[in-house]
């Protein structure tokens, strides 16, 4: 994935937290919660991310039937929600497309840009932007909880904001799980949590009701997210810079087949197989190797929001 050298980048919602400690990291029923009973205020389980520590856990969206659609669905979060936390400078010197040529940081911040400028143009005025995606080191306090580094990447819809440790990269995807080493991994992995925003957003998540199996719920919503991660990329060459430059230059082959690698990589049956020797169709939360490929090439083929509807099919 190239970026055009003369964009320009916006900076204004990535951030960094540094290190973070004494954030009180609680695992309630195997996802990132509060337990607080309202909604919005349980935390998305990425998919890619979601493993935890040496037991390699798959986190799960926590969505008891009712508890999204209490007030009026997932959509009637308030995404102004102030963030949490505070800010370092390490996104300080990304300022244009060349930069993120030359910076894995930068990168991340284009990235956003991009995924920005595509969802705000295939939403029009449903869109409401994200309200940060935020790095961290050790801990972070969110609004979902504490947070820890060996939780991967998640999105928190109580606060609007994905959060991601980087070095999950390497540490859980790569060495645990054997997944690919790329460039377009973490973009993959941050549209997929940009999805989710998209779904709190719509208001899908007030749609599920059943958490576990192949069929559930659940599961549907993360291969949606897994669609919605094949639209942007898609269509990513066509996203702007606030001025009107193109943020993307060339996206290829390859770089789809380290997507396609780590979704696959990522799939509950591959996951389980690798970290109890068998595999447990009924404790399934997001979805086979095969299931989560198949949808992000969908969304990758067919680029429409109709398309990743997978509550229409019986089978994700």
């Excluded at 919602?13 to 954030?23: C, E, L, P, S």
């Excluded at 390699?56 to 997932?74: E, K, N, Q, R, T």
């Excluded at 599961?219 to 993307?248: H, I, K, M, N, S």
Aim: net charge negative.
């Amino acid at each position: 994935m190239r970026f055009n050298p003369r964009a320009r980048l916006d900076r204004g919602r990535v951030r960094d937290t540094g290190r973070g400690a004494g954030t009180g990291l609680r695992l309630g029923r195997g996802g990132v919660g509060t337990g607080r009973r309202g909604p919005g205020g349980l935390a998305v389980g990425g998919g890619v991310g979601g493993l935890v520590m040496a037991v390699v856990v798959v986190l799960v969206v926590v969505l008891s039937p009712g508890l999204l659609d209490g007030g009026g669905g997932a959509g009637s979060t308030d995404l102004s929600t102030s963030r949490v936390g505070g800010d370092t400078d390490r996104y300080a010197s990304c300022e244009t497309g060349e930069d993120a040529n030359a910076s894995a940081d930068c990168r991340r911040v284009a990235v956003e840009n991009s995924l920005h400028d595509f969802w705000s143009g295939e939403l029009g005025d449903r869109y409401r932007p994200l309200a940060a995606m935020t790095t961290f080191s050790g801990q972070v306090a969110t609004g979902c909880g504490g947070a820890g580094s060996d939780v991967g990447p998640f999105y928190c819809p109580a606060d609007a904001t994905i959060y991601l440790d980087t070095t999950f990269f390497d540490d859980v995807l790569e060495r645990r799980l054997g997944g690919p080493d790329g460039g377009f991994v973490e973009p993959y992995v941050l549209a997929h949590e940009y999805g989710h925003h998209v779904q709190n957003v719509l208001g899908t998540m007030g749609r599920v009701r059943t958490q576990q199996g192949p069929r559930s719920d659940a599961v549907r919503l993360e291969l949606q997210a897994d669609c919605y991660a094949g639209l942007w990329a898609r269509a990513a060459t066509t996203t702007d810079d606030a001025t009107g430059q193109a943020l993307v230059e060339d996206l290829t082959e390859q770089d789809v087949s380290e997507a396609i690698a780590a979704a696959s990589a990522v799939g509950d049956d591959r996951i389980q197989a690798a970290t109890q020797g068998q595999v447990t169709e009924e404790t399934w939360t997001h979805g086979s190797a095969e299931s989560r490929v198949r949808w992000f090439r969908t969304g990758l083929r067919e680029g429409t929001l109709e398309a990743c509807d997978t509550w229409q099919v019986a089978t994700p």
